[in-house]
T-cell receptor
Framework: ETGVTQTPRHLVMGMTNKKSLKCEQH?????MYWYKQSAKKPLELMFV???????ENNSVPSRFSPECPNSSHLFLHLHTLQPEDSALYLC???????????FGPGTRLLVL | AQSVTQLGSHVSVSEGALVLLRCNYS??????LFWYVQYPNQGLQLLLK??????LVKGINDFEAEFKKSETSFHLTKPSAHMSDAAEYFC??????????????FGKGTLLTVNP
């Protein structure tokens, strides 16, 4: 595998479910990100991890919980989501912050 | 604070015609600038980036963009559109300075349609 991979690619969950999104980067980067992409809105940065430490949480509700066990893996744990959380969730990585991001293909999430 | 404005949420061109997607930015310091493309059901792919070298930047698939500081613009062009160019294009800006500055601000995107 090369680049940034995300699983699952599609997810349907109820509001009471607990699920996790997984991201893995094979680029040797030291920073990883979660973005939310909703229709008609700019990409929203959710979380940033640099050297496995969370360096930013952009006022994201606590029903989204990130985890970065090492520099290659990033998770987004989901629980008690709302229908408005339905979106495309994109993971990205970069070498040193401030430079271009390499994005994964995204997980299309639908909350019923 | 930095910001990005993409003029035109939807641009339609004929196959073989010039593609011009507009991007204006605001930044308090010299910026890094990027163009990304997103094909249907895929993530964002980096087309090209400006990082203070040549002001005319060439990217993949014959796209190029020119950094014009006086106009605070970074418009994306391609001489001849191909059907496979149909996608959504995002302009983004990142402040250059600051040891821990990692903010990459995206525009709202421009959907490019290519007509046969």
């Amino acid at each position: 595998e090369t680049g940034v991979t995300q699983t699952p690619r599609h997810l349907v969950m109820g509001m009471t479910n607990k699920k996790s999104l997984k991201c893995e980067q094979h680029l040797g980067h030291n920073a990883m990100y979660w973005y939310k992409q909703s229709a008609k809105k700019p990409l929203e940065l959710m979380f940033v991890y640099s050297l496995e430490e969370r360096v930013e949480n952009n006022s994201v509700p606590s029903r989204f919980s990130p985890e970065c066990p090492n520099s290659s893996h990033l998770f987004l744990h989901l629980h008690t989501l709302q229908p408005e959380d339905s979106a495309l969730y994109l993971c990205a990585s970069s070498q040193d912050v401030g430079l271009g991001r390499h994005f994964g293909p995204g997980t299309r999430l639908l909350v019923l | 604070a930095q910001s990005v404005t993409q003029l035109g949420s939807h641009v339609s061109v004929s196959e073989g015609a010039l593609v011009l997607l507009r991007c204006n930015y605001s930044s308090s310091v010299p910026p890094y600038l990027f163009w990304y493309v997103q094909y249907p059901n895929q993530g964002l792919q980096l087309l090209l980036k400006y990082t203070s070298a040549a002001t005319l930047v060439k990217g993949i698939n014959d796209f190029e963009a020119e950094f014009k500081k006086s106009e605070t613009s970074f418009h994306l062009t391609k001489p001849s559109a191909h059907m496979s160019d149909a996608a959504e294009y995002f302009c983004a800006v990142s402040d250059r300075e600051g040891g821990s500055n990692y903010k990459l601000t995206f525009g709202k995107g421009t959907l490019l349609t290519v007509n046969p």
